[in-house]
């Protein structure tokens, strides 16, 4: 498989400690900033980690219709590994004034349960420039995350090659309904390595994720030198990738 399709086709294993979220359409002009924890909880706690997702929809349902965030999400992985990430929650705003408001407001609706006490987690503030999706898009799915380390001072190059190369596919998936919301990310608050970005899209189920992957198979045959301009600027050898199931999620 080349690395054109190896960078947004389906792998297995999950990223350690690297999220990815689901970023509100953003302008070229624009940025939005995704608040993103990462858990390890417990087998025995995640029907009361799940339940406590189910009852925060509706704050964030409001908290998007009032415009304090663009996007927001729970899930739960589908691969496992020796991460032992296990769930994953975000939130999306234009600022970080606009991430700041949301503990408050999930404070408000109630304690946080006792499991995530017993758990592992890290925390990641995610930048992204380049993203784009359905308007209004909400319920469950799919997310595929892959994280990718560049070649020291290659950060904007790749981000052109995406640009140029590979935003075309995502913009054409989501018009044809297959993609619900992508998005490119960068440590906005550097925890790893300044050179790691993520790439990350979700889709309603694994049947959308099918024809992504053939959309995938004809878009790498008309771009044939995509996969060598992309392995020039990365540390291949990096690569991971993350599927996570999507037990709620909206967007503006």
Do not use: C
Request: net charge negative; hydrophobic share 45%; proline share 5%.
């Amino acid at each position: 498989m080349g690395l054109f399709a190896a960078l947004v086709t389906l792998a297995a294993g999950v990223a350690a400690r690297q999220g990815g979220t689901q970023a509100a359409p953003a302008s070229p002009e624009q940025s939005v900033y995704s608040y993103v924890s990462l858990w390890s909880v417990p087998r025995a706690d995640w029907n009361a980690v799940e339940k406590y997702y189910a009852g925060r929809a509706p704050a964030m349902k409001k908290l998007t219709e009032d415009g304090t965030i663009v996007g927001w999400g729970y899930a739960r992985a589908f691969v496992h590994d020796e991460s032992g990430i296990t769930h994953m929650d975000w939130t999306t705003a234009t600022s970080f004034a606009g991430l700041a408001k949301v503990p408050d407001a999930l404070r408000a609706a109630g304690p946080p349960p006792a499991a995530f006490g017993n758990a592992d987690h890290w925390d990641e503030i995610l930048r992204s420039t380049v993203s784009g999706g359905k308007p209004g898009a909400g319920g469950t799915g799919m997310m595929w995350v892959a994280r990718y380390e560049l070649q020291a001072g290659q950060m904007q190059d790749f981000s052109k090659l995406f640009e140029d190369e590979i935003k075309p596919l995502f913009d054409e998936q989501v018009a044809a309904g297959t993609v619900l919301s992508y998005s490119l990310n960068f440590e906005a608050v550097h925890t790893v390595s300044p050179n790691v970005v993520t790439l990350n899209y979700l889709v309603a189920d694994a049947a959308a994720l099918d024809k992504f992957e053939a959309a995938l198979g004809g878009y790498e045959t008309a771009h044939p030198r995509a996969g060598a301009a992309l392995e020039e600027v990365m540390v291949t050898a990096a690569h991971r990738d993350a599927l996570f199931e999507v037990l709620s999620f909206g967007q503006k």
